[in-house]
């Protein structure tokens, strides 16, 4: 096992927190390198092309709201975000009908959502909604979707802080035509090329003030400084990535925090054959009622053949093999679009899917706070020694938690925190 020689800062995890920290450390004139376990950059986010041309998303494919960290970044790389089409559909067998007013309802049932003295989880806060049934199911099903959590666990305190700093915006939504890839390779591509090791996966931590030993499968690394930006479930996972000595300031803020769970496939099929039902422009978010996948979206453009299937909560860890979840993914359609499971699988070209749940580098999709956990977020990003920074979106705390803006805020932040030692 080689020794590598000793670095000022090392940054674990090739994400967009961590490459976010790296980019503005960089360009304050520090040094630093990055240590990455996969054979790629991005973690969560991994675009890859359709036949060599149309992007498709495995993790991360919406910006939510108008957050600036990532505005600041798409005018800096000249690219473009494109609004997500709005519409809303339910789908039954009985028929297809626009969805806002429940989504409006929705907004509305969530909006009522307030910080209190007391935390509690969003099940309980739901209980105590003056709102109707079907939308108290709406609430709990996106809750549990979108949050991927369990509403008995989530804390409703910080649902609500979240649903605050993202104010009006946070219900919209933004794609980019080049896929979300395209900006942290923007990111990274001034980087020189020593700047990041992949196929570095980081198995201890040996650390005292000022000083760090960072080994890896096949070396070990000396460091000034080790900022972090591992997922929260990596972090939780016993045995994972191990610190000597532990990290006993961590331990409250870890048990708070909680991964969620979220699966997502997309079909790309030889025609948009959704267009071809009434009502002839189908676009958007669907709601397919009954089925065993009820969220489906479709591609950038109102043309693209491709259609996108999402679980979230614990739903998103009985998908079984690649094979099960492309089976039910085409069981849930054909119940609605009329067309037998055998001719929907001739017209696919190709499922996309990867599971999160089960790979050892993510261990889940994205975090949540547990009920009276608000203060975790900032316990988990508070630097140790001077020497221990803490990045990744389980950090952020700027009301961004468990998204890429939450991750590249805190990069942000953290390298920020670096460059005042
Ligand atoms: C299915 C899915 C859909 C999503 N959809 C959206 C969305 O639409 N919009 C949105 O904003 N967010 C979405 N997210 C969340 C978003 O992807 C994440 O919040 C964000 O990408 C996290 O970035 P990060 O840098 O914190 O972590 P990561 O991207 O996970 O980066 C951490 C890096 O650390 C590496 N690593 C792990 N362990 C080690 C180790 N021991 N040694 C070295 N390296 C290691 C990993 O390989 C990874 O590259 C989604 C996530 C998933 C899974």
């Known amino acids: 096992m080689s020794l590598n020689n000793e670095q000022e800062i090392i940054i674990v995890g090739a994400g967009a927190a961590g490459l976010m920290a790296a980019d503005t450390l960089l360009r304050a004139g520090k040094k630093c390198l990055i240590l990455e376990a996969r054979a790629r950059i991005g973690g969560r986010i991994q675009t890859v092309m359709h036949e060599n041309s149309s992007p498709v998303e495995l993790g991360a494919e919406f910006i939510h709201g108008r957050p600036r960290v990532t505005l600041e970044l798409l005018k800096r790389f000249r690219m473009k975000a494109v609004p997500v089409l709005s519409s809303r559909w339910r789908l039954s067998q009985g028929g297809f009908k626009r969805d806002l007013d429940s989504w409006k309802e929705l907004s509305q049932a969530l909006s009522q959502l307030r910080v209190q003295r007391k935390d509690r989880s969003f099940a309980q806060a739901l209980?105590?909604?003056?709102?109707?049934?079907?939308?108290?199911?709406?609430?709990?099903?996106?809750?549990?979707?979108?949050?991927?959590?369990?509403?008995?666990?989530?804390?409703?305190?910080?649902?609500?802080?979240?649903?605050?700093?993202?104010?009006?915006?946070?219900?919209?939504?933004?794609?980019?035509?080049?896929?979300?890839?395209?900006?942290l390779e923007n990111l990274a591509a001034a980087f020189s090329p020593q700047t990041i090791q992949l196929k570095q996966r980081a198995l201890q931590i040996r650390w005292s003030r000022a000083q760090a030993e960072i080994v890896t499968q096949k070396a070990r690394f000396k460091a000034k400084r080790v900022l972090i930006t591992v997922p929260l479930g990596v972090l939780k996972s016993p045995g994972s990535l191990v610190f000597y000595p532990p990290l006993r300031a961590k331990e409250t803020a870890l048990k708070k925090l909680e991964m969620g769970f979220a699966a997502r496939i997309s079909f790309v099929f030889n025609q948009p054959f959704w267009r071809n039902v009434s009502p002839r422009n189908l676009s958007g978010f669907f709601q397919l009622e009954g089925a065993d996948i009820p969220i489906w979206w479709t591609g950038l453009s109102k043309d693209s053949p491709t259609l996108?299937?999402?679980?979230?909560?614990?739903?998103?860890?009985?998908?079984?093999?690649?094979?099960?979840?492309?089976?039910?993914?085409?069981?849930?359609?054909?119940?609605?679009?009329?067309?037998?499971?055998?001719?929907?699988?001739?017209?696919?070209?190709k499922a996309y899917f990867h599971d999160w749940s089960l790979d050892p580098l993510s261990r889940g999709a994205y975090s949540y706070c547990g009920v009276g956990g608000m203060s975790s977020r900032k316990e988990l990003a508070r630097p140790v020694e001077k020497t221990l920074f803490f990045a990744g979106e389980a950090t952020d705390i700027s009301g961004e938690a468990s998204t890429v803006a939450g991750a590249f805020y805190s990069g942000l932040r953290a390298a920020e925190e670096i460059l005042k030692v």
């Open 308 to 349: 996108t299937g999402w679980l979230g909560g614990l739903e998103a860890l009985s998908i079984g093999s690649r094979n099960e979840f492309i089976h039910r993914g085409l069981e849930s359609l054909s119940g609605v679009f009329g067309l037998d499971t055998k001719s929907l699988k001739s017209k696919l070209l």
């Open 127 to 183: 209980a105590e909604m003056k709102i109707s049934a079907k939308i108290r199911e709406a609430a709990e099903h996106f809750v549990s979707s979108y949050h991927a959590s369990e509403i008995h666990k989530i804390s409703a305190n910080d649902l609500a802080f979240q649903q605050e700093a993202a104010g009006e915006s946070g219900m919209m939504g933004y794609r980019l035509p080049k896929g979300y890839g395209a900006l």
